[in-house]
Each structure stands twice: as structure tokens, then as C-alpha cells.
């Protein structure tokens, strides 16, 4: 029977395996790529809208607010977080998908302060939630609490909910954290109206605040209304 | 703990791959050798065949058997047929003394003892050079014999020729989706064949020579798979075992999943054993391409089938988990939000194409078995079927068959 195996086939069959394997390896890497792409795309798609709304803010600085198009929607920062999160845990390039997080929170926080002004300005209809969450080891809870966060924000899509990796290497998040004292074992924490929740909170809690707020925005809203008509 | 799950994930895929790979390359390099003869063939000379019908409790389908062994292409007065009534409790035996008439027909009625018991008494009594069996649920087709006698006319070395086994009548899904399993099968044993490395003499109409049961002693119990046993010690004694794909046998397969589930349960139970107890030949170059290909592939198969369902249960049971955490924090929304990731979250690791890969060869490998029985090239739903059905039972029928040989439990035939 020895000479019946052919060792030759063997070996030319591991080859090919070896190769099938490499192409599948770059195949991957090639649709990786692409999805890497994707998200760049994405981002420089919202950084220049944001760019071009701070720059249109502050050249009508003194006129009407109908002149101010702010076309960055909620649910588009929000589908790149689910993007970038979904990356992080299967994209496998963290390199990459690092930098990125890190120019989406940049992103976020731009796009929290102009969302910010604009409201302030002319008064819209807007309300934030600034949330800091670290991995599942650390924070039991912040996985149910970014549940509650997305259920709120498809139900109120007024609400802007702006996430934050705890232990991102990046100064502007680390200001915030300074700003709103934010601990690492007081996690997920949450700011609201520059009020500060840390620790898990339930869904009907966070609405009523968000619902104050929606209040409190409209009651401006009108209340400055009424003293523009009023001689 | 992933890591090590990673690593064991990437080499079952690796070896998987490696097997498929290497039928086709087997194909490529013998594919011209696959010939369907549509016409009948002669041989120079015909010499007596004895085949052995062991029968038990099977008064329905025993009729249409012998019928059809009286009807094959071949001199009559070469035949010898044996009716072998193991002690069946139902009118198996008046429908075997039917056939009593006929001078070419013996029948033997015994007190039940197991297949294997029938089959030699029915070796007991061969008088002639070659043996074949049928089991009594199965039908020949006419020029099956010839097409079979031809291969030991060309070749004094071969020793055992398998026919080409595949499914009588499917009725239902169960029984399509075997018929797309048994196309498969036919390509496999053919490839098997080319190598040289069968480890199944089926009991539908496997021929032998009568020398293979002279010099290595009759059939064994074989944990219920005794044409596996008698496979694995013919080829542990060099004796070439070859597969004529155009002789066409087609059997009764179960119709419903208890009766399937049953039926794996013996044949894998049967292989995980038959392989203990031949361990010494595994990876010993001298027992060639059998104990370097054969065997490692059932071995791959069953480890592989066997960790992807654990896979599959951990991320079923991950998912369960992550929806109940989700209900309990939210309550029931039913959220669109994963939908806008579309084809972003596409699964685009390696292994996924790779599995493809496999997927894509082993549709490849029916549509060619199929190609072998019926001569042309068909797309059918039956592949699904089998794919799906297989998928999901496969892995019971393999781990049940692992925890009886653990905890020594023997199956039963039915």
C-alpha cells in the first residue's frame, strides 16, 4: 500500500488550502477596507456640514435664524456610533477604528456645541444628553443603560445623545470629564442641563427630565415670542 | 478561553477545507475515468454469484427485492439467490416461501440472531467464487450485476466492488433531502474509490469475492454496521475495494426524522467504534490513503459538525440573553436601528468565505453524484433541504452517538 500514497498530492493540496486561506484572509481585509472607507466617508460628510454651519452661525451672527440650514441630523451621528461600535468589536483593525472614535467624539462635541447655540439662538426644539460609558468589565450597567439611551432617542427625535468612551486618549473628552467631574467608578454618568446622574437610570426617570427640558424650551420659546410682539 | 476557541475554530475550517480540496483535485486528476455505460455490457466469461437476502420483518418490501434479483441482466443459471428469514415475527417468512419454486432460490428460515448472523449462514452455504448481499428493503437495477463483474473481470486484485447506492421513490422532504445525501454519497465513494480508501462495502449488492471471507473470517457484529467492520478489515489486509458508479441499487429510506435520527445514530455510533477498535491503523502510511485519509476525514467531520453546534448554541444562548437584558431595561421595541447597518455588518471575516467555499464544493459534490447516477447536470431543491435538515440534525445524531460510545450504550437497529 506505501506506494499507493501519492505524498506529492498531499502537499499540493496543503498548498492550495494555504493559499485559499490567504485569499480568504485578503478578502476580508479587502471588505474591511472598504467598510473603513465607509466611515471616513461618512464622517467627512457630517464634519463638513457641521463646518459649514459654524461658519454660516458666525457670518449671521446678528440676523435671522431662517437664513441657518443645520442639516446634521441626530440619527446620522447616532448610525455612525453603531457603526463604529459594531467595527470595534468585529472589525478586528482596532488601529483604525481607534482613530476614528476618536475624530467621532471630536465630531460629537462640535456637533453638541452648535446644536447647543443654535437652539439657544432660535429656539428649537432640542434636548441633550452627554453620556460616558466605559467597557462591560468595568460598567455592568452601561450596556442596559445605552438600551435605555437608544429607545429614548428613537422616541424623541429631538433628542441628542452624545456618547463617550470613559478612557478614550483624547483632551477635549478629558475636559469634559474635568468639567462635569466625572469618575470612573461612578459609571455610566450622565449630564443633563449641566446636571450630572451617575449610576444606572430607568427609562420613565430620563423621560421626565427630557420632557422638563422639552418645557422649559418651549416656554422660552413663546415667552420671547410674546415680548417680540408686545411694543 | 477565546483564543484557544479561535485557534481550534481556524484549524477545523483549515482541515475542512483540506478535505474538500482534496476530493476535487482527486476528481480532476481521475475524472475522466468516470464512465456511465448506457448500453449492455458483455463479459468473456460469467462466473456464479451467490447473493444473500437477509430479511427481517420485511414482508412489504421483500417482494419487489427478490423480483428484482430474478430479473438482473445476467445467466440465471449463475444466480444463486438466498432468502435468509432471521426469526422475522411478521409474514416475512410466507413471502419468502413463495419463492421457493424457483431452482435458483434457497431459503433458510433461523431463530433471530442480528444481520450479521444471517449473512453467515448465508456464507455458510456459498458453494460458489463470488458473494454478494441485498438487504431486503433494497432494489437492483437489471444491469447492475454485470456492470459489477465487469470490474473484477479487469482487475484479479479487486476484491470487493460497491455499487451505487441512492433513494427508492422519495416521498417527502426527509427522504429528497437523503437523496441529495446519497448523490453526494456516490461521488464520495467513487472518489474513495479512486484512492483506494472505501471504508463501507454497503449492504445493498456490495460483491465479493468469496476468498475475502475465507481468509479473514465471516461477518462480526460491527456495533450494527457490520458492512463497515468487513470494509475496515479488508483494508487493514490490503484487499482493494472498488465502487462502480453505474450499477444502481435503490433503498427504502426512513420517512420520518425519528426513524433517520435512529438510523445515524447506528452508522455514526458504528464508525466512532469500528475506528477504536482499528486505532492501530489510523495514520500508519502502510494502511495507505484509508488511515491517512479516510479515516482523519470522519474524525475531522464529526469534531468539526460538533463544535459548530456548541458555537452555535453559545451565540444562541448570547443572543437570548442580550434580548432578555434588552426587554427587561426597555421592554418589547421592535427597533430598527440594527437594520441601518445593512450590509456594513456583514460578516466578512475569513472564515466566512471559507465556509462558503466548502458549502460551494460540497453542492458541487451532489450535482456530480447526481451526474454519476443519472448522467446529467441538475440544480434541485433537494440540496437545500438536505443542507438545512442536515444542519440542524446532524449534530444531534453525532453528539448522542459520542455520549453512547462514552458511556458504552449500544443503539438498536430500529
Known amino acids: ?231 | 478561553m477565546t483564543l484557544i476557541s479561535d485557534i481550534l475554530f481556524n484549524v477545523l475550517i483549515f482541515l475542512s477545507v483540506y478535505v474538500q480540496m482534496f476530493f476535487f483535485i482527486t476528481f480532476l486528476e481521475n475524472r475522466k475515468k468516470i464512465i456511465i455505460r448506457n448500453h449492455p455490457i458483455k463479459l468473456t466469461k460469467y462466473p456464479k454469484v451467490t447473493v444473500i437476502v437477509p430479511c427481517w420483518n420485511e414482508e412489504k418490501t421483500i417482494y419487489k427485492t427478490v423480483r428484482s434479483l430474478l430479473d438482473l441482466n445476467y445467466p440465471k443459471d449463475k444466480i444463486n439467490i438466498f432468502l435468509i428469514d432471521d426469526g422475522s415475527t411478521d409474514g416475512t417468512w410466507d413471502a419468502v416461501s413463495k419463492f421457493s419454486g424457483y431452482p435458483n432460490v434457497k431459503t433458510f428460515h433461523k431463530e433471530n440472531g442480528g444481520k450479521y448472523t444471517a449473512l453467515n449462514l448465508g456464507l455458510e452455504n456459498v458453494k460458489t467464487d463470488f458473494v454478494g448481499c441485498l438487504d431486503a428493503d433494497s432494489i437492483v437495477e437489471a444491469e447492475s450485476l454485470v456492470r459489477i463483474m465487469s470490474y473484477f473481470e479487469r482487475d484479479k486484485n479487486t476484491m470487493a466492488v460497491a455499487p451505487s447506492v441512492t433513494v427508492l421513490n422519495p416521498n417527502n422532504i426527509i427522504q429528497e433531502a437523503q437523496k441529495a445525501e446519497y448523490h453526494m454519497g456516490v461521488f464520495t465513494k467513487k472518489m474513495l474509490g479512486f484512492l483506494g480508501a472505501i471504508h463501507v462495502t454497503p449492504g445493498p449488492f456490495t460483491i465479493f469475492r468469496k476468498q475475502v471471507f475465507d481468509n479473514l473470517g465471516p461477518y462480526r457484529h460491527g456495533y450494527s454496521t457490520e458492512d463497515m467492520e468487513i470494509a475496515y478489515r479488508m483494508q487493514k489486509n490490503d484487499y482493494k475495494i472498488e465502487h462502480c458508479n453505474d450499477a444502481y441499487v435503490y433503498t427504502k429510506t426512513p420517512s420520518s426524522i425519528r426513524k433517520l435520527y435512529r438510523q445515524r445514530l447506528r452508522w455514526i455510533y458504528g464508525f466512532i467504534n469500528n475506528t477504536i477498535d482499528y486505532r492501530g491503523v489510523l495514520f500508519r502510511k502502510k494502511y495507505g490513503n484509508f488511515a491517512l485519509f479516510t479515516l482523519p476525514t470522519g474524525i475531522i467531520s464529526i469534531s468539526a459538525v460538533s463544535y459548530l453546534f456548541g458555537k452555535m448554541i453559545y451565540n444562541l444562548g448570547h443572543l437570548i440573553y442580550s434580548k432578555i437584558i434588552s426587554v427587561g431595561t426597555v421592554g418589547w421595541s421592535f427597533s430598527t436601528s440594527t437594520n441601518n447597518l445593512s450590509w456594513f455588518s456583514m460578516d466578512a471575516h475569513p472564515s466566512m468565505f471559507l465556509i462558503i467555499f466548502v458549502y460551494s464544493l460540497v453542492i458541487f459534490a451532489i450535482v456530480l453524484g447526481r451526474k454519476m447516477v443519472e448522467g446529467r447536470w441538475v440544480l434541485s431543491l433537494n440540496m437545500l433541504y438536505y443542507l438545512l435538515l442536515f444542519r440542524i440534525l446532524a449534530p444531534l445524531w453525532l453528539i448522542n452517538a459520542i455520549y453512547n460510545t462514552v458511556i458504552s450504550k449500544k443503539p438498536a437497529w430500529r
Not at chain 1, 498548498?15 to 484572509?25: I, K, N, P, Q, R
Open chain 1, 1 to 231: 500500500m506505501n506506494d499507493k500514497i501519492d505524498w506529492k498530492k498531499y502537499l499540493i493540496v496543503f498548498l492550495f488550502t494555504v493559499g485559499l486561506f490567504f485569499s480568504a484572509s485578503y478578502a476580508s481585509n479587502y471588505f474591511g477596507d472598504k467598510k473603513i472607507n465607509q466611515l471616513k466617508s461618512i464622517q467627512e460628510g457630517i464634519s463638513i456640514d457641521i463646518l459649514s454651519s459654524e461658519t454660516q452661525f458666525s457670518l449671521l451672527a446678528d440676523l435671522s435664524c431662517k437664513n441657518i440650514s443645520y442639516s446634521v441630523l441626530s440619527g446620522e451621528l447616532g448610525e455612525l456610533g453603531n457603526k463604529l461600535e459594531w467595527s470595534e468589536k468585529n472589525l478586528g483593525k482596532a488601529d483604525t477604528v481607534s482613530y476614528l472614535k476618536k475624530y467621532y467624539s471630536l465630531l460629537q462635541i462640535k456637533d453638541y456645541l452648535l446644536t447647543k447655540k443654535i437652539s439657544e439662538r432660535c429656539k428649537t426644539k432640542a434636548a441633550f444628553i452627554l453620556y460616558f460609558y466605559t467597557t462591560k468589565e468595568n460598567c455592568s450597567e452601561c450596556e442596559r443603560e445605552g438600551l435605555v439611551l437608544s429607545a429614548l432617542r428613537e422616541k424623541y427625535p429631538e433628542l441628542r445623545v452624545y456618547s463617550f468612551d470613559y478612557s478614550i486618549d483624547l483632551s477635549a473628552v478629558r475636559s469634559m470629564l474635568q468639567i462635569y467631574k466625572i469618575e470612573d467608578t461612578k459609571l455610566p454618568a450622565l449630564v443633563i442641563d449641566d446636571d450630572v446622574l451617575t449610576g444606572f437610570r430607568e427609562m420613565e426617570e430620563l423621560e421626565s427630565i427630557i420632557k422638563k427640558s422639552f418645557k422649559l424650551e418651549e416656554a422660552k420659546s413663546v415667552e420671547e415670542t410674546e415680548s417680540k410682539e408686545l411694543p
